[in-house]
């Protein structure tokens, strides 16, 4: 683990869309990485944001970015050669049960970048992996190519760009009925989470999602990434949590807290 800020240098950058890239990273430190962990990512003058793994082989970390807001956008604006300060990863990531033979991977808008490293690592155990990737746009379709490498792969855009025109969630509905599956691993908007969560739930299947939430310590001290009801912190806790926990989590796809802790309410 990184466990203070380090610069690292920018060796390549890939441009997805106007509004998502991905920055490969040149490490020196070795550290370990499970899919879904995180890092905490800094750039003089900005804040830290956490931001997640898209891809990992030992010597050079992928991290997928979106800009979001002012750190983020100010990201966007690096260039090859420039650095990236980073420190962890953090949280604990997907669990892969043993015994498990096939699953499915949902993911949607930047979301999907994380699980492209579960794809990998649990295509290469042997297991059967189908993924349902839901974006704005074709363009927005993170990884599509990585992903038919690795297994079975259906779109949806809401714009009709690619594949299913409409969301993610209502192409999964599609396919419930017509095959088996031992687990579910999903990563993307919370509004799209929250109905694969009754999904998993009523057709009894086990799911782990990866949240997200306003992360500023990464270490769980801070507590400004609390679930209510059960006060469980995100970047200690998860961000990846088990249906089990997921369906007592009141304030998912209701709301979340603001930099002071207020409430606010999410929009549909």
């Known amino acids: ?57 030992g010597s050079i970390m992928g991290l997928t970015i979106a800009a979001v807001g002012e750190t983020t956008r100010q990201i966007h604006e690096l260039k090859i050669h420039d650095y990236l300060y980073v420190r962890g990863p953090y949280g604990n990531g997907f669990k892969i049960p043993r015994g498990t033979n096939k699953i499915w991977i949902i993911g949607g808008g930047y979301g999907i970048a994380p699980l492209l490293l ?56 599609k396919y419930l009925s017509l095959s088996k599956v031992d687990l579910i691993y999903t990563c993307g908007p919370e509004v799209m989470i929250t109905k694969l969560i009754k999904l998993a739930y009523d057709h009894n ?5 990866s949240l997200e939430r306003l992360i500023k310590c990464g270490i769980g ?17 998860g961000p990846v949590f088990p249906l089990k926990i997921l369906v007592k989590l009141s304030e998912l796809g209701r709301y979340r807290r603001s930099p002071s802790g207020v409430k606010v309410k999410l929009s549909d």
Not at 127 to 136: D, H
Not at 205 to 209: E, P, R, S, T
Not at 221 to 237: E, F, I, M, N, Q
Request: aromatic letters at 8%; charged letters at 25%; one cysteine or more.
């Open 221 to 237: 001290l801070c507590g400004s990434c609390c679930l209510d009801p059960l006060g469980l912190r995100v970047c200690k806790d």
């Open 205 to 209: 299947l086990n799911l782990q999602a």
């Open 1 to 57: 683990m990184i466990v203070s800020q380090k610069p690292i240098e920018i060796i390549n950058i890939l441009t997805h869309s106007d509004r998502i890239k991905t920055f490969y990273l040149k490490l020196k430190d070795r550290i370990k990485v499970i899919p879904g962990q995180f890092m905490m990512v800094w750039i003089p003058g900005a804040e830290e944001v956490p931001i997640s793994i898209s891809y990992f082989n």
């Open 118 to 173: 579960l794809a990998k690592k649990v295509s290469n155990m042997n297991i059967k992996v189908i993924s349902f990737l839901g974006a704005r746009n074709k363009d927005e379709l993170l990884f599509y190519d990585q992903f038919k490498l690795l297994g079975e792969v259906f779109v949806s855009t809401d714009d009709g760009s690619e594949g299913f025109h409409g969301d993610v969630t209502t192409l999964v509905e």
